[in-house]
Nanobody
Framework: VQLQAFGGGSVHPGGSLRLSCTAS????????MKWFRQAPGKQRELVAT???????TYAEFVRGRFTISRDNAKKTMYLEMSSLKPEDTAVYYC?????????????????WGQGTEVTVSS
């Protein structure tokens, strides 16, 4: 089981980016998925969460600007980021609480993808 994040890049303030995180493997289902970010010299922080039913929560600092979504059939989670600010500059990581593989007796817990870098600067 592997999570891979894509879509980072460099944008000007006010710009937009779309991040994707795809799970690969013989997967039956994935429970809650999350986006975290870590800015240089700072601790990793939770950005947004989406349950397998589509319920979402956001950190206050991105609410109204970022949208988390997922496509369970594609085993992919997205983060639409708009009105980006320089303080959104960070490495963004995807995370899954539990990934159940077909036939498994226990899930892969707390799975992380590699980071994808987002830079917002003029």
């Amino acid at each position: 089981v592997q999570l891979q994040a894509f879509g980072g890049g460099s944008v000007h303030p006010g710009g937009s980016l779309r991040l994707s995180c795809t799970a690969s493997g013989n997967i039956f289902t994935i429970n809650a998925m999350k986006w975290f970010r870590q800015a240089p010299g700072k601790q990793r922080e939770l950005v947004a969460t989406i349950t397998n039913h589509g319920d979402t929560t956001y950190a206050e600092f991105v609410r109204g600007r970022f949208t988390i979504s997922r496509d369970n059939a594609k085993k992919t989670m997205y983060l639409e980021m708009s009105s980006l600010k320089p303080e959104d500059t960070a490495v963004y990581y995807c995370n899954a609480d539990e990934i159940w593989e077909n036939g498994a007796y226990s899930p892969v817990a707390n799975a992380w993808g590699q980071g994808t870098e987002v830079t917002v600067s003029s």
